[in-house]
Each structure stands twice: as C-alpha cells, then as structure tokens.
C-alpha cells in the first residue's frame, strides 16, 4: 500500500522561499507543502527549482481552489491535473479547505460552509469524487471562519459528520481551532478532544493577528502566538505526537528565523513524546 504520510515538523514553501532554502536539509525541515495551483504547468528556470526540492524532500499538497462545498460543480478536470502533478512530483497526499471559494465564479476567499445535515451530504459525497479521481484519502482542514450563517450543529459535529461520511482524512489546523474557539465562544480543549485521533494526518500551526479580545483574525503573517504553542503542546498530549507544519505566508522572515520556529514544533514533539530532558 502507498505511504501517503510524512514524518516531523514541515514547512510551506513559497516561490520567494526558492532561493534561501536550496541550501537546507531534510533534516532541517523534515517536510513541505504546496499549493498545486501555484505550480501545475510550471516549466523552465522555475520548474527545475521546484523539481530540486520535490527530489529531496517529503512534500504534501495544500489546495486553494478545490470550493468542495461550492453550489457550482466539482472542476473534475482540476482535480486530475492535481493527481498527474502528485505523481510527477511524488507528493505523498492532497489536502483541502472545509469550505467554498466560488459561486458562478471564483471568490478569491475561503467561505465557511453552513453547519447543516443537508451540507455534510453533499460535502461528503463530493469528497468521495475527489478521492476516486486521486485514487487515495482526501484530506480536509478545519477553516477559520468570522461567521456562521445557516447553523444547525456546533462546527466540531459538522467537521465529524463530513469526515466520517466521507471516509476521508483530516489535516487539523490548531490555529484555527483556538481563533474560531475566540470568534464564537467555544472550549478550544473540548473541541480537540472530540476528534477521532484515527482521522488526522498531520496539523498546521501559524500566527494570527489579535483585531480585538473577541475578534482573531487567521493571517499566517506572524509568528505562532503563546496560547497556540500551549494548545498543541495539548493536541500532542491528547492525540500523541502528529506531524506539524508551520504556515507562513506573509511578512516572511529570514530562514534562521523560520528554522527557529520549526525547531519549536520538534521541541514540542520530543517533549511530548518523551525524548527531552529539560
């Protein structure tokens, strides 16, 4: 059976990224992460950079533009460039939002789907074309949302329902976790603890911006903030130790600077797992 996971504390790799980590190692940065649409068709000086990291790093794929919970219709043909640009590249596994970027054309945000019986149907079903198409799981991320219009059900029993009718993955993103626990007045810990271990495959972490007391805002423009560090010192306690990307995709600081805050993911895991001594 294929591998479709990855190991460690990972980074996402931006084009302007390219050039000051050609010289860093797996060891380093155990894996990374990319948007397919950033880099399906790219050929040239661009695409043999690109190509010099695929060949030496585990990557995984994080998509944009997938809208799995948009009315318009499924972009079958987009889904297929994603799994030939997967097995060109050997990117182990595709993950996506839990939300919708179009209607009747593109967006250019991700929309929170409403929490209804009704949406984690048609949700599910849509994944499991998608996971046909790709022939392996797809895995889907919990959003941050500044609204919840439509709700029926808490965002943790809408989360659970699609993954589980869906038979698919989850990639649990922490930040998002504690900004939405903020956002709309939940427990970030309960909200953790509902989640079938057995569905995640890796966790992001990543910075947000403090808009007022009750009003984060997900920018990955920052470095992780105190509260979010202490919840995936929980997640780990909870879960066990899950590989862990950071997420940077704005005001990116220098590569000692990122390499510094993935070495804290590899802190926190070593510790959870038993392997520092303080």
């Not at 990639?171 to 939405?180: E, M, S």
């Amino acid at each position: 059976m294929p591998n479709y996971s990855v190991n460690g504390a990972g980074l996402g790799l931006r084009r302007a990224l390219l050039g000051p980590l050609s010289s860093v190692t797996p060891e380093q940065i155990n894996f990374m992460e990319v948007a397919p649409e950033n880099w399906i068709g790219v050929g040239g000086r661009l695409g043999k950079q690109f190509r010099s990291f695929t060949e030496r790093f585990d990557f995984l794929c994080h998509g944009l533009s997938l809208s799995i919970g948009s009315s318009d219709p499924l972009d079958i043909n987009f889904v297929k460039q994603v799994g030939q640009f997967m097995k060109e590249h050997g990117v182990k596994a595709y993950s996506e939002h839990l939300s919708f970027c179009s209607h009747e054309g593109h967006m250019y945000d991700l929309m929170p789907i409403p929490f209804t019986e009704e949406a984690v149907h048609y949700v599910a079903q849509r994944i499991r074309t998608v996971q046909d198409i790709i022939e392996q799981p797809l895995i889907i991320e919990n959003v941050s949302a500044y609204a919840q219009s439509g709700k029926e059900m808490e965002e943790i029993d809408f989360l659970k329902a699609v993954i589980e009718e869906a038979d698919c993955r989850l990639l649990l993103d922490v930040n998002n976790v504690f900004v939405n626990s903020i956002n709309h007045g939940f427990d970030a810990k309960e909200y953790l603890m509902k989640i079938p271990t057995e569905r995640i495959s890796y966790l992001h972490i990543a910075g947000h911006y403090e808009e007022a007391e009750d009003l984060l805002v997900d920018t990955h423009g920052a470095t992780v903030k105190q509260d979010v560090w202490d919840l995936l010192d929980f997640t780990y306690q909870h879960h066990g130790v899950i590989p862990t990307l950071l997420e940077r995709d704005f005001n990116i600081p220098s590569v000692a600077e990122l390499i510094s805050e993935v070495d804290l993911i590899k802190y926190a895991q070593a510790k959870a797992g038993g392997l520092y001594e303080p």
